[in-house]
């Protein structure tokens, strides 16, 4: 398990193994031989171990496959999860089908998968000819996340609320752009009618930049801007005194993340995770590395003493659990009230207030019991899909330019944050407060992802805390299966905004403490640079 | 690809474990499984003359049926109603047909769920009818996917299906007519986009799959992957969703609302046409065209009697979806109800079973025998 330091594959190779099959076996010149490391993951096919799923790895289906070592009985809960997963949520009241309804009555989209296109990253928005801007609507998988601006918070404690983000007054800390038919009083208006709008609209747009590479070469990057109007606590003409547009409310965008080998990374040991912290860079080697501490809700819901642990999972790991991820995002994104988080989302806000009077409070967050909108029954099973999703396996592992980029990108320090490789706990654990499935268990993964902060530059940064994550940080994005993310949607796009079409722009936009490892890759030749995007690409 | 890879890895191992000089390295004997087949020509003939020719279709569909539903805010009669529900129904068709392959621009620009969001929401339809917004195409494509696409037109056109799938042209109001046209015109201009991606611009879809070692696809073996989960995603969708969630497990708990297209009672020529449009990607030509390479001609190289039980599999699943409505023709959302009917019910979600199975077990296993 202790698997820190990488293993290599020590190799004394005659040039490179095709010059060992080309000139047999008889040459007895040793004039030349070079003495290649290769890392230990160059040629590891199964990314998520025994979890690992190779049939559909070439295709869009990559990451929609259960996991192949599930039982009959796992294997029914995780295809249960599968069809929650694309549950559309309806309007209430639903008298054909009152577990379907309670959607909003505002949220950013009404099924998971609108988010996770195909258990991937969604489309990016692209700006249609002639037009400037969009409206994010049903087509968006991206939402804003919003503070107020509070500085840092160092230690999380019961005296400042564990660090969690203080929300903005009528809004909350989370934008929903979209809504029921009736969520605005303005819906049927005779001008500028609101119908399906939420607490505001929000446009984007994007900002060009150039990157040139010293060989002459360049690329042209681009950046999402975000324009909110229509927000629900003023009129038209007053939109500046809106609170979510004063000038100390922070905004932070947040695009969909692919949602497969996610109950693999919550068994990894805390311990090995903290091991490779290095909050002020001991090493010097210019990259620190820091836990996010976070609110846990299932900590908080069986009142443990310190309701705060590690956070795994989200842009900024501000999650705990797939379980507190799944949940929050039912409930915030969609709307639909759970067990875990049981108040809707805007809960005791004047849009909340006006929205319930107006339609005869006929959607309260709860169902005709009392009760959440969603049981416990289908809270599990779509925490389960998600826990238990298959990592894809790799393509094109003995390709000469994949071989070759492997070695560059431990050679140019990428897996300083991007961790190989990790073994996964074994015995009686929990994940999300149950115990965990054994598929998961003593699994030997690649996901190249430390779960650590980095300090990414002010060119990604989105200036907005997140738990003891400051306005810098981002939470290492695992790499397995990203090689597939375009086969899986051909419009998504890369980082926490989407900004990136491909893996060079997203390499490009790291700065910070990825700042050296960009500078020698763009150093690099252009055939050199390409091996090692085709490694990542084979991931 | 996958043995040929295999056969590199164990290759080297040998040379490096046995030594050189070692005579042993002559044991990676290929399994009598594998087989050779050139895909090209099945690639490209499913992408130009399956999948664009059929989004090709769609789109003309799409037009004739925009300017059907024209004429009818124009010129309400009881013609012009019955000629703007055939249009719908011929437009129908080709997207059932299409989604056999489900994957690429159809998805990624979300033009699915445009079109084809199901359940639709009755409830802000009527609000969205008794208000008073003015309805052109701007307005209709801002609104959720459950109020506008192929369902709430065909309610607007068919009417609620419960006693029957007429509509008379009295029955029918003047909004409803307007809010028609208007999302039948936006529902055309996602028909032409999803057209345009497959054919138009230096990221054209088809180009893709044609042309691999791209940003999507590595190989010709990655396209024919997606080529055969496509197939098991429409079986899979038809015997498992479509047909078997309103079934449900007995009369008394059938579903009615679950039922597709349940207003037109053109459920069993949906799920029909969904299942061709599986043999159309499996033989590689539409019904009645000449022979062309498919999926068939790719198992067929492998193992010729896998191929002809696959091709009878699909006949005898097509046969048994027609044969639910029975002698008294009995549309899909009461045939659930019928005892006798439920029997041929049960029979054709076998039937899509075993063809599933086959595909999944033997077809895409194939993949890994395939000396690319």
């Known amino acids: 398990m202790n698997i820190f330091t990488q293993k290599k594959q020590y190799l004394s190779l005659i040039v490179s193994l095709s010059a060992i099959l080309l000139s047999g076996c008889n040459s007895g010149s040793s004039d030349k031989k070079t003495v290649i490391e290769y890392p230990g993951y160059t040629y590891i096919e199964k990314l998520g171990g025994e979890a690992t799923a190779v049939n559909a790895s070439h295709s869009g ?9 599930l039982n009959a009985d796992e294997l029914e809960k995780h295809l249960a999860g599968d069809a929650n997963f694309e549950t559309a949520f309806t309007t209430a009241p639903n008298s054909e089908h009152p577990e379907l309804d309670g959607v909003g009555p ?47 918070c160092a ?30 009083a303005e819906w049927d208006a005779a001008e500028d009618a609101l119908p399906f709008i939420g607490q505001a609209n929000v446009y984007l747009a994007y900002e ?44 932070s965008p947040r695009n969909g993340m692919p949602v497969f080998g996610l109950g693999l990374l919550e068994l990894i040991a805390e311990a090995d995770i903290l091991a490779l912290a290095d909050e002020n860079d001991a090493d010097s080697d210019g990259i620190s590395g820091r836990p996010n501490w976070v609110f846990d809700a299932i900590k908080a819901r069986d009142n443990g003493p310190l309701p705060v642990s590690l956070g795994r999972f989200g842009w900024k790991a501000n999650t705990p659990s797939v379980r507190t991820q799944s949940l929050g995002a039912l409930r915030g994104d969609m709307g639909i009230t759970n067990p875990l988080f049981p108040d809707e989302s805007i809960a005791n806000t004047a849009l909340h207030e006006s929205y319930l009077a107006r ?143 491909n893996i060079e722009e997203a390499i490009l936009w790291h700065g910070g403490e990825a700042q050296q490892s960009t500078d020698d890759f763009m150093a690099l030749t252009p055939i050199d640079r390409q091996s090692l995007i085709d490694f990542v690409m084979s991931l | 690809m996958l043995l040929k890879k295999t056969l590199i890895a164990l290759t080297v191992s040998t040379l490096l474990l046995s030594g050189c000089g070692s005579s042993s390295s002559d044991n990676t004997t290929v399994e009598e499984t594998s087989f050779t087949f050139d895909s090209t020509e099945l690639i490209t003939n499913l992408t130009n003359d399956v999948i664009v020719e059929g989004y090709e279709t769609l789109n003309t569909k799409a037009n004739a049926f925009f300017l059907a539903t024209q004429n009818l805010v124009n010129t309400p009669t009881d013609e012009n109603l019955l000629a703007a529900q055939n249009a719908w129904k011929a437009a129908r068709e080709p997207w059932e047909q299409g989604e056999s392959h489900i994957f690429g621009p159809v998805d990624s620009l979300s033009i699915d769920p445009h079109l084809d969001s199901w359940p639709l929401n009755t409830n802000d339809l009527q609000s969205l009818l008794d208000g008073t917004s003015t309805f052109s195409a701007d307005f209709i494509s801002l609104l959720n996917d459950d109020v506008q696409g192929f369902h709430t037109m065909e309610f607007l056109l068919f009417g609620d299906g419960v006693a029957d799938n007429e509509k008379l042209i009295a ?41 691999v070692d791209n940003d999507i696809y590595v190989s010709q073996l990655a396209v024919v992957e997606e080529l055969i989960n496509g197939m098991i995603g429409i079986v899979d969708e038809v015997g498992n969703g479509k047909i078997a969630d309103p079934f449900s497990e007995s009369a008394a708990t059938a579903d009615t609302s679950l039922v597709e297209s349940q207003y037109s009672w053109n459920s069993l020529t949906d799920f029909t046409d969904n299942i061709i449009g599986v043999q159309n990607v499996y033989r590689g030509e539409f019904d009645g065209a000449a022979d062309k390479t498919g999926i068939i001609d790719f198992v067929h190289a492998a193992d010729s009697t896998l191929a002809t039980r696959v091709d009878d599999e699909i006949t005898v699943a097509i046969a048994a979806i027609i044969a639910i409505a029975g002698e008294n023709e009995l549309p899909f959302r009461q045939a659930i109800s019928n005892t006798e009917a439920r029997v041929r019910i049960q029979a054709a979600i076998d039937a899509l079973a075993t063809l599933q199975a086959s595909l999944e077990n033997d077809v895409l296993t194939l993949l890994n025998d395939w000396e690319v």
């Open chain 1, 61 to 69: 289906h990559g990451f929609s496959t259960p996991m192949p070592t």
């Open chain 1, 155 to 184: 230690e999380p404690s019961i005296d400042n609320n564990y660090c969690k983000n203080e929300g903005v007054p009528g809004f909350g800390d989370q934008l929903f752009h979209r809504g029921v038919l009736r969520a605005r």
């Open chain 2, 171 to 211: 029955e029918m109001t003047l909004r409803e007519r307007e809010y028609l046209s208007a999302t039948a015109e936006v529902f055309q201009g996602y028909t032409q986009d999803l057209y345009d991606a497959w054919v138009s611009g230096d990221d054209a879809y088809q180009d893709k799959l044609l042309t």
């Open chain 1, 208 to 251: 060009y930049s150039t990157v040139n590479y010293a060989d002459g070469s360049s690329v042209e990057l681009k950046k999402p801007v975000f324009t909110i109007e229509r927000p629900y606590d003023v009129t038209a003409e007053n939109r500046l005194d809106s609170a979510i547009l004063q000038a100390d409310v922070r905004y």
């Open chain 1, 359 to 501: 339609t005869g409070y006929v959607d309260t967050g709860a169902d005709e019991n009392g009760e959440p909108e969603a049981d416990q029954a289908f809270s599990d099973e779509v925490v389960f899909y998600a826990e238990t999703l298959a990592v894809p396996g790799r393509r094109n592992i003995n390709d000469e330019s994949v071989v070759a980029g492997a070695v560059l990108f431990e050679q140019i320090n990428c897996t300083g944050c991007h961790q190989p490789d990790f073994t996964t706990l074994t015995g009686d654990v929990k994940l999300g407060g149950v115990d965990a499935p054994d598929t998961l268990k003593g699994q030997h993964i690649y996901p190249f992802t430390d779960m650590l902060l980095h300090d990414l530059g002010e060119s990604l940064a989105d200036n907005r805390r997140d738990f003891t994550a400051n306005g810098n940080e981002w939470k290492t994005r695992p790499l397995w299966g990203i090689g597939l993310t375009k086969t899986v949607n051909p419009a998504a796009g890369f980082l926490h905004d989407g900004r990136a079409d």
């Open chain 1, 106 to 152: 505002v949220f950013n989209n009404q099924d998971c998968n609108s988010c996770h296109q195909r258990d991937g990253r969604p489309s990016t928005i692209t700006i249609p000819e002639g037009k400037n801007r969009v409206l994010l609507g049903s087509s968006a998988g991206i939402f804003l996340r919003m503070s107020i601006d509070d500085g840092e």
